[in-house]
Each structure stands twice: as C-alpha cells, then as structure tokens.
C-alpha cells in the first residue's frame, strides 16, 4: 500500500506529542513505539470497518475460531508487513533519525497462550484474512500471560505476565457487545402457552461479559478479521436492587467472581487439574460468543434458525470451548423456543472439533457435582444429550455393555468433554497424517466406527508472513530477488529455489545469510547472557514447551555423552557445535523443571571446562516466547523434533524450522513425517522407534531400560553422571531423573518415553550430522531443499482445507470506498 510520507510523518509527531507530550527527540522507546502503533491503527481502521460493512451488507457466512489460547506475538511490525507499508515506513523512521529495530522491541509479548494450540490459532487467523475469509477469533482477554521465565541458580522462576503494564495500544473496548454470563443458582420448569415445558434458571450470580476487539490485517488486501476477547466485568459496584433486598451476600460474590476469572491465562499445558475457575472462564467466554452470535444472527435473520449453519460455523480449538454443544443447545430450545430434535441438528451443523493431543493427561472430564453446582441448566441439557447417545448406542450394541459404558459422555462421575465435542459435531480432525490415523484406530476408535464420515485430517501449517516474511527479512529478501514475491501468498511458489541448490553463488548467498542470522544471535546472547557462542558452529535448536514426551532429556544426555568423549580425547574430530534450548515447564511439573536445571547445569559443566577447546557450547536461552522465536528460528542450521513416536500430535516449530533452512533431526512423529514426504528422506535425520513400534511396545509392557544401562558403558556413564556429584555437589538433586529412567518416579513406567531405547539410534545420527556438515557445499543443499520444499506447510494451505472441507467457506473480496 502506498502512504504519503510527510503526511504519515507529520500524523506520527503529533501523535508523540499527544500521547506522551513529548517531542520525537525526548520520547522514550515505549512512547515513539505507542505513538507508532496509533499511527498504524488509523489505516488499519479504514480497512476494518470497510471489512465489517462488507461482511453485513453480503450477509456472508462467517466462522468462530473458539479457543483459550491465542498466542499473537507482536502486532505492530505485522501490521506493518501486511499493509505491505514496511518499505516506506521504514525510510520515514530512519529519515527521522529513529532505530526502527528498537521501536518494534519495545512492544511486548501477549503471551495469551501455552505453545503450539494457541501459536497454531495465530497463524490460522493470520490465513484467514489473507485468504480473505470471513472470521473471528474469540477467546479470553487475560491480564496476565504465560509467566515470564527466569532461570535462577540453573532453575526456572516465574514472574506474572503483566502486558497490559503499558496499556493496549491495539485492543478496542465495545461496551456496546456486552452480555450477561449466569452461573450458580437453579432451575425451575414452568408451563409455557403451548402447554410444553420451558426451563428457567434461577438465582444465578451474573458476570458482565465486555468484548475487546484486536485488528487481524490480511496480507495485500482490505480484509482485517477480528480477534474479539472476552472480559469478565462485575454487574455493579453494588447491584443495588439485591442489596436493598437484602442479598448482600449475593452482590460481594458477584463482584468475586468477576474479579478472578479473566486475571490469569492457565500455564499448565496437556495437563488438566480439573480447577473450577478453568471451567469458568470456558463457559464464560464460549456463553459471551454465542450469546452476540444469535443476537446479531436473528437481527439479520430473523428466527430464521435452520439458516444458522448457512450463516456461522464454530470451530472448537481442542475440548477447551466444547461447552459450546450444551450453550448453543441452551440458546435454541430455552431462549428461542427451537424444538430439541431441531435444535440438535442445527448445533451439529455449525460445530466441529479439533484434537491437539493424545496425550491422556490432557483429557477434560469435569466432575459431576463441580459442573452441575456451576452450571445447573447445562448441565441438564449435556444430560439429555448423554441420554439420547446412549439410547442410540444401546439400539446400535445392546449386548456390549462394557462398550456403551466406555462412549457414555457421563460416566464414572465425570463429564467428558472430548466424547461431547465429538457427538455434538459434523466434523472431528486431528492436525497431522498420522495423528489422525492414531486417533481413528486407536483413541477414538469406537467413535470412528459410528461416524466414520466425521473424521478428517488438516495438517497443520504455520503462516509464512511472520515465520519468513517478518522474522527472517535476509532470506526473504534474496528469495524474492530470486523468484519474485509471489511465496508471501502462495508458499508451493518456494518449489522454484529447487533448481538453484544447484548454482554455487544461490548457495554462497542462502549460506551467507544463515551466518549473518547467527552472528546476530551470537550478538544477543552476548548481550543478555554474556556468552561468547562461535557463529562458525553448528546451531542445534530445541525449542518448545518443555515436556518428558518432546524429550529434551534425550538431546542433554548426549551432550553429556558427547562431553564425555571430548574428555577422553580432547582432539576428537568433530564440528564445534552450540546446542540451544529454550522450554518453559509448567510451574507444578516437577520432573520438567528438574530437566531445565539439567541443561543449566550441564551448561554450567561444559561452557567452563577449557579441556574441551570450545567445541560443545550449551546456552540455555530464558523465556522462551514468539518475539524470541523470531530470533532463533532463523539462525538454525539444526531443527531437532525428537519426541518419542506417536505422541506430538503434530508439531508447528518443525514447520517454522524448515521454512528457514534448518535440517530437521528427528522421530517419524506427528508432521515430521510429512516433512519428510516433502523433502526426501536425505535431507532429513531420521532416527529411533516408529509409532506402531512405541504403541506395541507399551502394550507388551516387557521393556526394561536396565539391560540397556547394563550393556552399555557409555549409557552408563552419562546416567552415573546425575548422581555422583558432577554436576551437582548435591547427589540427591538428579536422582529423580536417574529413577525415572530406570526404574519409573511417582507411578510412571521405568523409561516411558524410551530416551534409553532411542539413545544410540540418536548419537549415531547426530554423527552423520556431523559428518555431512564438513561436506559444506551438500549441507547447503539441503538447508535450500528444505525451505523450498516447505509449500505444503503454509497455514494458507490449511486453512483453505478447514474454509472448503469443514466450514463451507466463501472468500469475501473487501474493496475500499473512494474517499
Ligand atoms: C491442555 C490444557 C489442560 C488444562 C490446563 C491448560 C491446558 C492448556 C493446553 C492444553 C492442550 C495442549 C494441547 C496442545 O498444545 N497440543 C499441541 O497442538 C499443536 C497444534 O495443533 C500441535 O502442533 C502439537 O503437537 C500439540 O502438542
């Protein structure tokens, strides 16, 4: 888009003078970035509400993203890449004397999500308004994020999230949308005309639901979708009608429960604690989305109810919304007098789930006392769901008793929200080939068998706008010289580098930028770390959310097999290799915070132990967060997704590795697998047990890591290392770790994630790793086969499957008014 550069100039001083009444030269950092965004809102603006007047005039079908989690990372600098504006505001910055860089570091994360579920909702609203997609992301406005990370004394602190600390530049407050969310009291039946029964809901403590609404620019276009995030609001000060009545009591608990309930995003990923105010904050914004969805639906559409699914889909982001099912149920046959039977056919139509995980301990099963106590009239309805399904199960395999007790979605005294989602949808899909496979014939296999046509795959992508286009502008730049910018919309365009892994001065000029991407980082640990790191190593890269299942613990104990050998042979021929990691545990997950007090202190080992010549470096990088992902992904020469097989759903950061140059090192798990499909098995690492091998494997039971710690000296020695005070003088500190591999800690299998049985399968391929990068030239190839085989891995690519497979999804072209 072309912008007037005085203009744009002029509107940017005078915003530093409103904001801050300051002038350009005394502002701080904070104050030219705040000033800048308002600047950039303003065109943002002209384009949303342009988009929104299209959206009604057409009276367009529209989708819900529901999800918990959306983890946007930084607005201003993709605001800017999408307003394709970069190139001219970046002159007006410098020309004002201004470091841009300095600018977008000002902003802060909004951390609203775990990892790779709310990355993932990022990315596919970032799709969507490129693809032009009618959409909104609804979720919780959180005033605090994922904690910052600290690393004190090798171990992990948390410290609150605050980024509303300097306001929110970009969020809009719509009193105007706000609904009333009821929770507690009862239910009474009551004769409507007709002589049917209605229910009414009675007694309940009110929370004001207040939307903030967040511009989602689309790439190239005039489309800005929304992110709308729900906050909780007390009724009153004092809702005075009850206090005259004498129900004090009543108005000092609504005013607690609103407090509470948008403060603090839960940072516990794929373990579920079955806490109430998690159910809460669910119902809290699933109830808020439908609640405006009907009421602008019958607006338009009158009572008109079999359109509803022409008009609006819901996307369910794992079981975390899958209330949705009971509340839209709610909505239709209490508050709008729909008959059940229509009603349920409706809900279907418009609901589909998504699962994220296979992981057991992330399964929601609410208690049955919690979640009838706090949502009485939802529960009655999940009930005569319950009640229908199993009637229906019952005529399908009356004789199979143990089976109809197994689908129940209330049994044991627990409500379980995945078999809901999974009833109360037209469409179940997992998020990679062989995550889908493992759910169809493993954990949902008997869902499979009654609804077959439900279950589908959409892998999962990333969008290349940030992951290339804003983190990695070297890269983008050369690739655009080379094959023209059609790749920021279309990424099978990248295909076209193929050919020139061929030409010594492509690889000359991709191998330059990956170092330059490197020193770069070497640069910022230097400075926040005060770490020397060689550019001329290898870059290994693990980062995501620290979990026994990704296996971290796998990659540090060959570090510490790998130091091993230095120490006997200081001369060992090997590349100089840095190994990064960044993971943050959940704060109550003892054994992952034991693991990164692990890798600090095997940093601790390593980094200062001269008799090794520098060639292993070990930095464990704090706070690992999108803004700082940005950074790392580019400089990678290796991408390590080792999870133990079968359990990453799918994987994200693999993708993002890819895309910029990386090799993978990795488990034939989750997308890994198709990124091999795409790139060909020799410009990948493959190692260790497939997942039919795990899943048989844990079936048979009879794996016993002893023999392996026995028959191995090397396996040996590392294990020995976490107890005899090498790398603490306490040899207590690692024994759990040392337990768990051996012997099983707190209930687990002895070596449940099969780090021993993968050991050597891994050392060996991180020798070819080795062995392949002396080989510069090959190792260029391969670094340029990977970005130009990443196409499949656009976002784009699936969001356009969800838009035509699952939601029946139109592109709506905005076109700007004239002024
Ligand atoms: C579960 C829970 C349980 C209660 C506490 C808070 C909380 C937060 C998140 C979750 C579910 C996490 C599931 C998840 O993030 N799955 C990841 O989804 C990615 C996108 O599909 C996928 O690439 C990863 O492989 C998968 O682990």
Redesign the pocket.
């Known amino acids: 888009m072309h912008i007037d550069k005085e203009a744009f100039k002029a509107k940017l001083i005078a915003n530093v003078r409103i904001l801050s009444r300051q002038s350009v030269e005394t502002a701080t950092q904070e104050q030219l970035y705040e000033a800048l965004a308002f600047t950039i809102r303003d065109y943002v603006t002209s384009k949303w509400l342009e988009t929104h007047e299209t959206y009604d005039r057409t009276g367009c079908k529209i989708v819900c993203y529901l999800s918990?989690?959306f983890l946007m990372g930084r607005f201003l600098g993709n605001a800017i890449m999408n307003m394709t504006m970069f190139d001219e505001i970046k002159e007006v910055i410098d020309e004002m004397g201004i470091d841009y860089n300095l600018i977008e570091d000002a902003e802060r994360d909004p951390g609203l999500g775990?990892?790779?579920?709310?990355?993932?909702a990022a990315c596919f609203l970032d799709s969507l308004s490129t693809l032009e997609l009618p959409a909104y992301g609804c979720g919780i406005r959180y005033h605090y994020g994922i904690f910052e990370q600290k690393i004190v004394d090798g171990a992990q602190m948390e410290l609150p999230d605050d980024w509303l600390h300097n306001g929110d530049v970009w969020g809009v407050r719509r009193r105007e949308y706000a609904v009333e969310v009821k929770f507690y009291g009862n239910v009474v039946r009551e004769m409507k005309d007709n002589g049917e029964y209605r229910y009414v809901h009675e007694n309940y403590q009110s929370i004001i639901a207040v939307p903030y609404d967040y511009p989602v620019v689309g790439y190239n276009n005039n489309t800005v979708n929304t992110l709308r995030l729900w906050d909780a609001e007390a009724k009153n000060m004092f809702d005075l009608e009850k206090f005259n009545s004498g129900d004090f009591q009543k108005a000092v608990e609504e005013q607690n429960l609103a407090k509470a309930l948008t403060d603090v995003?839960?940072?516990?990923?794929?373990?579920?604690?079955g806490?109430e105010l998690?159910l809460r904050q669910q119902y809290f914004f699933v109830s808020a989305t439908l609640q405006r969805v009907i009421t602008k639906f019958k607006m338009k559409f009158g009572n008109n109810f079999a359109l509803l699914p022409e008009k609006y889909a819901f996307q369910l982001n794992?079981t975390?919304p899958s209330i949705a099912v009971a509340e839209l149920m709610r909505i239709l046959v209490d508050e709008n007098d729909v008959a059940w039977d229509e009603a349920w056919e409706i809900t279907k139509k418009c609901c589909a789930y998504?699962n994220?995980?296979i992981?057991s301990?992330?399964l929601?099963k609410w208690p049955y006392d919690l979640f009838s106590r706090l949502l009485p009239r939802i529960f009655m309805i999940v009930e005569e769901i319950n009640k229908r399904f199993c009637n229906m199960l019952i005529e399908k395999y009356g004789h199979d008793a143990e089976k109809i007790r197994r689908m129940a979605i209330i049994a044991d005294g627990q409500i379980r929200m995945a078999w809901l989602a999974i009833v109360g949808s037209h469409s179940v899909n997992g998020?990679?080939a062989l995550?889908t496979e493992i759910l169809k014939n493993q954990e949902l296999k008997d869902f499979y068998e009654i609804y077959p046509e439900r279950f589908n795959n959409k892998t999962?992508g990333i969008t290349q706008r940030r992951w290339l286009g804003h983190a990695n502008q070297k890269l983008a730049k050369l690739i655009t010289k080379e094959i023209g910018d059609g790749w920021y919309t279309d990424l099978d365009e990248l295909h076209k580098l193929e050919p020139l892994a061929n030409k010594k001065k492509f690889r000359e000029a991709f191998m330059d930028i990956k170092r330059e991407n490197k020193v770069e980082l070497a640069q910022y640990f230097k400075e926040t770390m005060d770490i020397d790191i060689d550019p001329d190593s290898i870059f290994d890269i693990q980062v995501k959310?620290l979990?026994e299942y990704k296996r971290q613990l796998l990659n540090v104990l060959h570090i510490m097999h790998l130091y091993n050998q230095l120490k006997e042979d200081p001369n060992m021929d090997m590349v100089p290799r840095t190994f990064i990691f960044g993971a943050k545990s959940?704060a109550g997950y003892k054994m992952a915070k034991l693991i990164i007090k692990l890798i600090n202190k095997v940093a601790d080992l390593v980094n200062n132990d001269p008799s090794i010549n520098g060639k292993i470096k070990v930095v464990f990088a704090a706070n690992y967060r999108v803004s700082l992902a940005e950074k790392l992904i580019p400089a990678a020469d290796i991408s390590e997704q080792i999870?133990t097989a079968s359990k990453?759903?799918?994987?994200?950061?693999n993708m993002k590795f890819m895309l910029n140059g990386a090799v993978t090192m990795g488990t034939l798990d989750?997308?890994n697998v198709e990124i091999m499909e795409e790139v060909g098995e020799d410009n990948i690492f493959i190692f260790g047990m497939k997942a039919d091998e795990v899943i048989d494997q844990y079936a048979r039971n009879d794996y016993n890591p002893w023999d392996i710690y026995n028959m191995d000296p090397d396996i040996q020695a590392v294990l020995n290392m976490l107890i005899n005070g090498t790398l603490d003088s306490n040899t207590e500190t690692f024994k759990p770790i040392f337990e768990s591999l051996l012997n099983g800690y707190n209930g687990s299998r002895a070596d449940e994630y099969f780090v021993l049985k993968d050991f050597n399968a891994y050392a060996k391929a991180q020798a070819k790793v080795d062995a392949v990068y002396k080989d510069k030239d090959k190792w260029a190839k391969m670094a340029i086969m990977n970005t130009a085989c990443s196409g499949k891995f656009s976002s784009d690519r699936t969001i356009k499957e969800y838009a035509e497979e699952i939601w029946g999804l139109k592109p709506v072209h905005v076109e700007m008014k004239k002024k």
Do not use: F, I, Q
Request: charged share 25%; aromatic share 4%; no cysteine.
């Open positions: 918990m989690e775990n990892g790779g579920l709310g990355r993932l995003l839960y940072p516990a990923d794929e373990h579920y604690a806490k998690r794992d975390h998504t994220h995980t992981m301990e992330a929601e998020v990679a995550h999962n959310r979990h959940a999870s990453e759903a799918s994987g994200t950061g989750g997308a």
